[in-house]
């Protein structure tokens, strides 16, 4: 496996090995970003024939039935306690953040909730330690990193200040949705090192594929529209489970911290393609933003990774 501890006595992977997670993640951001544009860029293949947390349950169901089938062929069997930690997984990484978003999105704008979920590496970076056991990174530098990035997204994101009980409430069920996608981040990345990777897949997927189904009628109360089933289907094939095989093939290869960059290279690359393809007039907070999260999101990625006798070290130290 190639695993970014190379603390544990593992020979360091050569050269394209190591860009090949940079570049998945980088690959990954760019699916994202294009779904995020979906209306923009396609608004004749977007279809509203199912409810936002039914539609994700797509992706889910493919990805269930594939690495279900693959960890049969290849006879894998996760014991009890790796079962387990695969559901949690799945709990925190895709249906708590779901059943909050799906809860607050009354409440607060997408614009704030993208701008909130920058905060997810930030949480990284601070349970990490505390979770895996280890950081991947000099925790110090990768936090002021995290909150750089965090500056530049909210200038190019403005959350909006809560106004009313309601709208503090959907604040704060985003900001607690970004730590458990922290917390779940770290205890993926944990569990990838001794679990078969389809399993964790085919668990995880199997957990958020039944909660996703059994709470989106309760959140939605929207009945699907089958006419309208197959533009979601294709879209899912083409762009939504791809980005979840990358997710999961990247647990085992990339720490915390750096899949966790994920939440704010996204953003960017969206708002990149859409300066390119719309040309908006671009403010000058906007263009300090995007230089912003750029930087961060950057030493995030790209930051050497620290040595093992540095793992253990608390934030405000450093081995003399």
């Not at 709208?167 to 970004?178: D, H």
Request: overall charge positive.
């Amino acid at each position: 496996m190639c695993s970014y501890r190379t603390m544990k006595g593992k020979r360091f992977p050569p050269r394209w090995a190591k860009a090949a997670p940079s570049a998945g993640l980088l690959f990954l951001c760019f699916l994202w970003s294009l779904s995020s544009l979906r209306i923009d860029l396609l608004p004749s293949l977007t279809s509203q024939a199912l409810p936002p947390t039914q539609k994700q349950a797509l992706p889910f169901a493919m990805l269930a039935i594939a690495a279900a089938l693959y960890a049969v062929v290849k006879r894998q069997r996760p014991s009890w306690q790796q079962t387990r930690s695969a559901i949690i997984i799945g709990l925190g990484l895709f249906v708590v953040p779901s059943f909050l978003v799906s809860i607050s999105s009354s409440g607060i704008s997408e614009l704030t909730r993208v701008a909130l979920f920058s905060l997810v590496p930030v949480f990284t970076v601070v349970l990490e330690p505390h979770i895996s056991g280890t950081t991947g990174q000099q925790r110090r530098g990768a936090l002021i990193a995290a909150l750089l990035a965090v500056g530049g997204t909210l200038c190019i994101f403005p959350a909006d200040v809560p106004t009313s009980i309601a709208s503090a409430a959907s604040f704060g069920a985003i900001v607690l949705a970004a730590a458990f996608i922290g917390a779940d981040n770290c205890l993926a990345v944990k569990v990838a090192e001794e679990t078969p990777i389809t399993s964790i897949a085919a668990v995880a997927s199997v957990t958020a594929l039944a909660c996703l189904a059994v709470l989106g009628p309760f959140v939605e109360k929207e009945a699907w529209q089958w006419q309208g089933v197959g533009p979601e289907l294709a879209w899912s094939v083409a762009l939504d489970l791809p980005g979840l095989l990358l997710l999961f093939w990247l647990m085992p290869r990339m720490s915390a911290v750096r899949m966790s960059a994920r939440f704010v290279i996204a953003p960017l690359m969206a708002t990149l393609f859409g300066v390119v393809l719309f040309r908006p007039e671009v403010s000058l907070r906007a263009l300090l933003g995007l230089v912003l999260v750029a930087a961060g999101a950057g030493w995030i990625l790209f930051a050497p990774e620290e040595e093992a006798d540095d793992a253990s070290l608390p934030l405000n130290l450093s081995r003399e």
